[in-house]
């Protein structure tokens, strides 16, 4: 025994279980029912014993009297309270730890377990999906092997904490009540499935939901009991349990002066601590060491009895003063390290408290020591920090920090911060190092990951009691870290932080923070609803918290309307829901924020982060609704606020790169958009996850097949595709499916390099990875702008078959037709779900569906389709003589495109039925003047379609995909004609040229590159 530790004797933790014999029996007899899964709910105040229950139970079983080879009992205790178990993989990983069932069992779980970690090295906490499942499975299976075996003892502390205190807006809104993320498992799936297992588990009296859920789940199974104070003959039997234990440790004196106390003493002592063990034990360590009585334990018994319960209270604080007072002045080694566990209510260890005690580190390591065994302190099992029990730290709290000068308060909090800054920039750069290297011990790195996490936390516990203003301004920078991490497990750690520090601070600490805290904590679950893709859910919330809050958010001025805004404008872009709300909201957060003239750095930078992402998601917006070119507006806007704020939003400065680059390569900007894609790319992988490398990765294909370099883009898609697989992130998946199909169904087209057959198989691939990305959107994630984006590429991909049905002999006639029944029943419920609100997705589909009508030999078909676009755009994006030529800056650009592409299509079937009247007429005997007099008008028209599909192609981007592609169309139909007929040609396009008032006419300068200056041809005809 250490030396420290004797001079200590009511806190020993004493071997007897002073008088709960009811209940030891109840979970003896429950142990011996075998087959009989029980779970035993106990709940008890603070400081009632629960834990020293739990453990002598299990203690018992292992190595007591009621130890039997047939019975596991856990060799610890599974402590709630601690983050690592928050999540469904740490309690698993927990429950196995305490278990040790030796070499065989929990195989299974193990090697699901580091699939599992594989998977999710690079996507930092996200849900993963059936590999969870996958891993939660083979964890029952082996439970259930491990209970064939053996009837398994489990134990549960601190279960309050599975669900968390409602705050009060999500009150005020009726939110669902939230839990830690391995509650719903633990509770409606694990206890309910034991066959051969006794649970304990224990907590305080809170949250009433708690109960009702475990009663839910158990039915008759669970067995509630509360854990009360000590009954008086248990108070007394307590002093002789003491005075055993010091007489075994060799303190013969305080054995002696413990049983020198008279009994009246003892039972006024036991009316005046209620009973409760942890008072009860520091009274009697007291008296041990003082060798006096307390004057207030001196009162007799019946004057003591006769006391309100005021006076009571008052004895009581007097009482808890002169204890916690003798810790501080009876010069015990070990005492200036339980008053520095005071102020580290998230525990301590031996570098911390080497700090605080201005001393050596292994000085420090030998003082935690010595408390260890004593009954108030508790020591988390994963990293052995030490904790006070939660009484000490209250007792503590009243009776000596509060009291302390604030300037000895400032150097404690300072250098507790100090220690944290060091602690949180060691772990960041270990996981950073730790990602970069793919052989690096997943354990490692899931530890490195929680040791950051938890130093977070942890931090901001204190920052808020050493200034509750930058205490909320830490809480802030480390909640928004968590919002751009997706790191949910972090996000409720912090909350719980907070709602602990308004709950337990005075209201003069609070009074600064009071309304900002309540207003963050609501806005966060617009946040929350949004990372989980849950967008609908995001807007009710917000629609909700505008009109439930209404007062909060007046005090709270400008910056508040504004944040709703803000994430209210970003939820409704993702649901595809009252876009022009939205794209209002956005701007008119802009404004406001614009006109804020911050009052500290603090400010300043939440001004920047909030318009920065004001731009980004109003950019998303324009994107998502085709006006490309002021989506490039706001991205670059974005930008420079991003950078401004630091190394902290690099990965928000790479997601804006990433959209930036993708609205320049659809206004046809394409080597600053694969510049800019690769920057973003680049930084992606030095910060190291790998799911936004892949959204990098995604988005350069995209871009490379509006390049039309489709057998580049096939190879990042891939990449993409295989790392989305592997992190099993379903919207990725989604993404780089649709993207890797529009590249092989576009690779299918490249000239000269496949058979009929070889495109046919690229288009049924095509197909394959179209329909994956089509049910994601429909069934896993809310992204209605991609759902249509998908239907669209899956109609395209059956019309081109259509297209190749006439070259391609292993597609049947009737197989035809029933690909251009999908193609038009997929393109035309594309059509119907843009709608309205995404107007340029809607003309796509139907642009696209006259194309197939086209394929598929239905030239009225295609003439209505594309007099439905017509009629269905604004007047003013059209190049007419009436009007000439548009303004530039019309919006959405995209409108261009599908009008030249409409225009195409009118050009190829005028074209056609030129050939073919010409070439009926020819037949039939007449000369080539005399058949093209007859055919003038279509050539005409032909020439005429052309020329207006390349001057609008021209307004949307002087050089892109569509466009070259329209000049191939133009030349093939143009290179077999004669004289005479490019003649026609020539003043067809210059007649468009002068009506229209055309600055630029790629279909006149077509002619001049490949048939030569049109005076020539002139010359030849006469």
């Known amino acids: 025994m250490i030396r420290g530790v004797l001079d200590y004797t009511g806190v020993w933790a004493t071997p007897k279980l002073i008088n709960r014999k009811p209940i030891l029996n109840e979970i003896r007899k429950a142990v011996r029912d075998r087959g009989a899964p029980y779970v035993f709910y106990i709940t008890g105040r603070g400081g009632m014993g629960k834990t020293f229950l739990l453990r002598e139970v299990l203690r018992r079983l292992r190595e007591g009297p009621w130890s039997e080879p047939e019975v596991l009992a856990a060799q610890d205790v599974v402590d709630l309270y601690h983050p690592p178990v928050h999540v469904v993989e740490g309690l698993c990983r927990a429950i196995r730890a305490v278990l040790r069932p030796g070499l065989g069992y929990f195989a299974d779980f193990q090697q699901e377990r580091e699939r599992l970690a594989r998977i999710r090295r690079d996507l930092d906490l996200r849900d993963i999906g059936w590999q969870e499942e996958r891993m939660l499975h083979a964890f029952r299976e082996d439970f259930r092997s491990l209970e064939d075996d053996y009837r398994v003892v489990l134990a549960f502390d601190t279960a309050e904490v599975l669900l968390y205190e409602p705050d009060p807006v999500q009150q005020s809104l009726a939110l669902a009540p939230q839990g830690i993320e391995a509650r719903g498992w633990l509770i409606e799936r694990f206890l309910p499935s034991l066959e051969n297992t006794i649970v304990l588990i224990a907590g305080r009296p809170g949250p009433p939901r708690l109960r009702e859920d475990l009663r839910a789940a158990l039915g008759e199974r669970l067995i509630e009991r509360t854990l009360g104070p000590l009954e008086e003959p248990d108070s007394l039997d307590y002093f002789q349990t003491v005075a055993q234990v010091a007489r075994e440790q060799g303190s013969e004196v305080v054995a002696a002066r413990l049983e020198a106390i008279p009994e009246e003493t003892r039972r006024v002592i036991h009316l005046y601590t209620e009973g409760r063990p942890i008072l009860l034990a520091l009274t009697i360590d007291y008296l041990a060491v003082a060798d006096r009585l307390l004057p207030e334990v001196q009162t007799p018994l019946e004057e003591a009895r006769a006391m309100s319960s005021d006076q009571l209270r008052q004895v009581r604080e007097r009482l808890e003063r002169e204890i916690v007072r003798a810790i501080q002045e009876t010069g015990r080694p070990a005492d200036e390290a339980v008053r520095a566990l005071a102020w580290t209510q998230r525990g301590m260890n031996a570098r911390l408290l080497a700090r605080l005690l ?65 602690e949180i920039e060691e772990a960041r750069q270990e996981l950073q190092r730790l990602q970069a290297d793919p052989e690096a011990p997943l354990d490692l790195l899931e530890r490195t990951r929680v040791r950051l996490q938890n130093a977070i936390a942890e931090r901001v516990h204190y920052a808020l009691r050493r200034d509750p203003e930058q205490g909320f301004e830490a809480y802030y920078q480390a909640a928004e870290e968590a919002f751009i991490a997706s790191h949910r497990a972090l996000d409720m750690q912090l909350r719980v932080e907070l709602l602990e520090f308004l709950s337990q601070a005075s209201q ?29 859910e995001a807007v009710q919330i917000a629609t909700r918290l505008r009109v439930e809050v209404t007062d909060l958010m007046e005090r709270l001025g400008p910056v508040a309307e504004a944040e709703l805004s803000v994430w209210e404008g970003w939820a409704r872009t993702y649901a595809g829901q009252g876009l022009d709300l939205a794209e209002g909201r956005l701007r008119t957060a802009i404004e406001a924020l614009d006109r804020l003239q911050p009052r500290t750095p603090f400010e300043r930078d939440q001004q920047r982060a909030l ?58 900007k394409f080597g600053q958009a694969i510049r800019l894609c690769q920057d973003a790319l680049e930084i992606r992988r030095r910060l190291g996850p790998r799911y936004p490398v892949a959204l990098s990765l995604n988005t350069l294909a995209m871009i490379q097949i509006r390049n039309d370099r489709p057998d580049q883009a096939e190879e990042l898609a891939q990449r993409a595709l295989a790392i989305f697989f592997e992190l099993e992130n379903w919207r990725g998946i989604g993404m780089s499916s649709r993207a890797l199909a529009e590249a092989l169904r576009r690779k299918a087209w490249l000239p000269y390099q496949y058979t009929p057959e070889q495109q046919e198989e690229l288009l049924r691939k095509a197909r394959r990875l179209a329909d994956e990305a089509v049910a994601i959107f429909t069934h896993r994630v809310e992204e209605r702008s991609r759902l249509i984006e998908a239907l669209i590429e899956l109609g395209c991909i059956y019309r081109d078959w259509v297209r190749i049905h006439p070259l391609a002999s292993a597609l049947e006639a009737t197989a035809r037709e029933e690909m251009a029944l999908r193609a038009e029943r997929t393109l035309q419920r594309a059509a119907e779900e843009a709608g309205e609100t995404f107007p340029h997705l809607r003309v796509d589909a ?55 592409k409409a225009h195409m299509l009118l050009a190829l079937m005028a074209m056609d039925r030129f050939r073919s009247a010409y070439e009926r007429l020819r037949a039939e005997g007449k000369s080539r003047e005399e058949a093209l007099d007859a055919t003038r008008d279509l050539l005409q028209k032909g020439v005429e379609h052309f020329t207006l599909a390349l001057a609008h192609d021209v307004l949307y981007a002087p050089d892109f995909r569509d466009l070259r592609r329209g000049k191939d169309l133009f030349y093939q139909s143009l290179k077999g004609l004669n004289p005479a007929e490019l003649r026609l040609a020539y003043e067809t396009a210059r007649q468009v040229e002068r009506e229209c008032r055309l600055d630029e006419n790629p279909a006149r300068q077509l002619l001049e590159e490949y048939f030569g200056l049109p005076e020539a041809y002139e010359e030849t005809v006469g």
């Open 358 to 422: 201005e001393t050596a580190e292994e000085e420090a390591e030998r003082l935690l020591e010595s408390l260890r065994p004593l009954s108030f302190v508790k020591v988390r099992p994963a990293d052995n920090r030490v904790f006070l029990q939660d009484e000490m730290y209250a007792l503590l709290e009243r009776h000596v920090l509060s009291r302390l000068p604030e300037a000895r308060a400032r150097w404690v909090y300072d250098t507790i911060l100090r220690f944290y800054n060091e």
């Open 508 to 536: 003069e600490a609070t009074a600064t923070i009071a309304d900002w805290s309540t207003w963050d904590l609501g806005v966060r679950w617009i946040k929350r609803s949004i990372v989980s893709h849950r967008y609908d």
């Open 611 to 668: 318009l920065a992402r004001a731009y980004n998601s109003l950019g998303y917006l324009l994107r998502v609704r085709g006006r490309f070119r002021e989506a490039v507006e706001q991205y670059r806007r974005a930008l420079p606020l991003w950078r401004a704020l630091g190394p902290a939003f690099e990965s928000e400065a790479a997601n804006t790169l990433n959209n930036l680059a993708w609205a320049l390569a659809e206004t046809g």
């Open 846 to 900: 139907l642009v696209n569906l006259a194309w197939l009508y086209f394929y598929a030999g239905q030239p009225e078909g295609a003439e209505e389709t594309v007099e439905e676009v017509f009629q269905s755009l604004p007047a003013d994006f059209f190049i007419t003589p009436e009007r000439g030529v548009p303004r530039r800056d019309l919006s959405p650009a995209f409108f261009w495109v599908q009008i030249g």
